[in-house]
């Protein structure tokens, strides 16, 4: 496999389940990102890992929980989410976390896990 | 303000046509812009990204950049029914932490 695989591609869940979503990355890149991505919104980063350290958290409220346990795989762990958390979530890598000398940082995303909260 | 703006379509036009894609912004820091192409049910793919102002061609595209009016355009030459999307811009001041636009839908007509 190439590229950005998420997995599941779809999930509906209750507020008071607990699941996870996974990402894993086969481009050797040592960033990776989740964004919420809902209807006519931007793009919502949500958080950053660098080399399996987390370096972005944008004030994601704790219902949501990452994992990374190593450069090539990435989790997003759900629990007692709310209907507006309802959003397609997107896993993305790129090589690194392009400073300010080092260009473009170009993202590579996956095809995204559509979550459903009833 | 919103940070970077879209406008979200749908744009529809036939087959051939030119289209043009806008994004306006308001933070002046942002040098860095990146168009995204975005197929119903996969992820964003990087189309074209731009440093600082000009033009930059890639085929039938045509990425813009103008900083003194805070405006980015895609241009897609010859429309294809392919190139039925949503269009999302991205703009970053250090080529990190892109701030990305809502996208417009677009739709080309065979």
């Known amino acids: 496999e190439t590229g950005v695989t998420q997995t599941p591609r779809h999930l509906v869940m209750g507020m008071t389940n607990k699941k996870s979503l996974k990402c894993e990355q086969h481009?050797?890149?040592?960033?990776m990102y989740w964004y919420k991505q809902s209807a006519k919104k931007p793009l919502e980063l949500m958080f950053v890992?660098?080399?399996?350290?987390?370096?972005e958290n944008n004030s994601v409220p704790s219902r949501f929980s990452p994992e990374c346990p190593n450069s090539s795989h990435l989790f997003l762990h759900l629990h007692t989410l709310q209907p507006e958390d309802s959003a397609l979530y997107l896993c993305a890598s790129s090589q690194d976390r392009a400073g300010l000398d080092s260009g473009a940082n170009v993202l590579t995303f996956g095809a995204g896990s559509r979550l459903t909260v009833l | 303000q919103k940070e970077v703006e879209q406008d979200p379509g749908p744009l529809s036009v036939p087959e051939g046509a030119i289209v043009s894609l806008n994004c306006t912004y308001s933070n002046s820091a942002f040098q860095y812009f990146m168009w995204y192409r975005q197929y119903s049910r996969k992820g964003p793919e990087l189309l074209m990204y731009t440093y600082s102002s000009g033009n930059k061609e890639d085929g039938r595209f045509t990425a813009q950049v103008d900083k003194s009016s805070k405006y980015i355009s895609l241009f897609i030459r010859d429309s294809q029914p392919s190139d039925s999307a949503t269009y999302l811009c991205?703009?970053?001041?250090?080529?990190?932490?892109?701030?990305f636009g809502p996208g417009t839908r677009l739709s080309v007509l065979p």
């Open positions: 890992y660098s080399l399996e350290e987390r370096v």
């Open positions: 991205a703009m970053s001041p250090y080529g990190q932490n892109f701030v």
């Open positions: 481009l050797g890149h040592n960033a």
